[in-house]
């Protein structure tokens, strides 16, 4: 079957209005805003906000009024996972100087303002949420649901047990916990963001969190391949950085065949929640489930 060919589209939405609504760097402070838009608007691969995109439509008819509530909740979650790639790039974490084929932020740059960028990127996020055209009831829950998933029982609850544990071996369930909240979080938020915008039921919501937590243990397992196997120009990023840092990955605890015999397991899983969506194998889910075909068979 071929690619759903809404993705590009929503694609091409979530570009346009992210160049449209950061800051101009015409505006003060311009250097700022001009690391805000750099950390922005390279070649990401925009996964979370086409997971918006595609749940929504996995699971309600959306109408116009109810794309333009997607735009914000799909450029909000970019945007918390832009800020994240800034932070976790800087010296004093994971200190990279490649991100999408370019140089990072503090790289082109300098440290304060990658720090700063960051942060604005942040608050910039709940702005956009928070002013997105939707009932007021599922704004405050969409709020509510992107700031615990990027919070510390989330994506820096887990980036903060990762510094801890680098250097040391944790066992599968605890590396499992630990990305179920550094990238997992994130993942899965967008998954339900998609259904919260559109007024999807609980029962719903429900096969939505479980589908979210399975396409980000996918992709976490998957990157811990990549980070192995790929080089750093196909992966737009410092390949071997894992091991080269002492991090504990699916491919440290179980080796390459044990990793990619996960994934496959996972894969699985994710097939089964996709089959109990309203939209069961029909073509409503195509988008959603292709992207859950990316996140698992992806190349960088």
Known sequence: ?????????????????????????????????????????????????????????????????????????????????????????????????????????????????????????????????????????????????????????????????DMAATGRMPDLDALAAMHAMKTGALIAASVRLGGLVVGADAATMATLADLGARIGLAFQIKDDLLDAEADSATLGKTAGKDAAQGKSTYVTLLGLDGARARLEAVAGGIEAALARLPSGGNSNGQALSDLAVMAVRRER
């Open 1 to 161: 079957m071929a690619p759903d060919g809404r993705l590009a589209g929503w694609r091409a939405r979530t570009e346009a209005f992210l160049a449209d609504r950061l800051p101009s760097e015409a505006e003060g402070p311009g250097h700022l805003h001009a690391a805000m838009r750099y950390a922005v608007l390279g070649d990401g691969k925009r996964l979370r906000p086409l997971l918006v995109y595609a749940a929504a439509h996995a699971v309600a008819t959306v109408d116009d009024d109810g794309l333009a509530a997607l735009d914000h909740a799909a450029a909000a979650v970019e945007l918390i996972h832009a800020y994240s790639l800034v932070h976790d790039d800087l010296p004093a974490m994971d200190d990279d100087a490649l991100r999408r084929g370019r140089p990072t932020v503090h790289v082109a740059f300098d440290h304060a303002t990658a720090i700063l960028a960051g942060d604005a990127l942040q608050a910039e996020a709940f702005a956009l949420l928070a002013d997105a055209p939707a009932p007021a009831a599922r704004i405050v829950a969409a709020l509510a649901l992107l700031a615990d998933a990027a919070g510390s029982r989330g994506m820096c609850g887990g980036q903060a047990i």
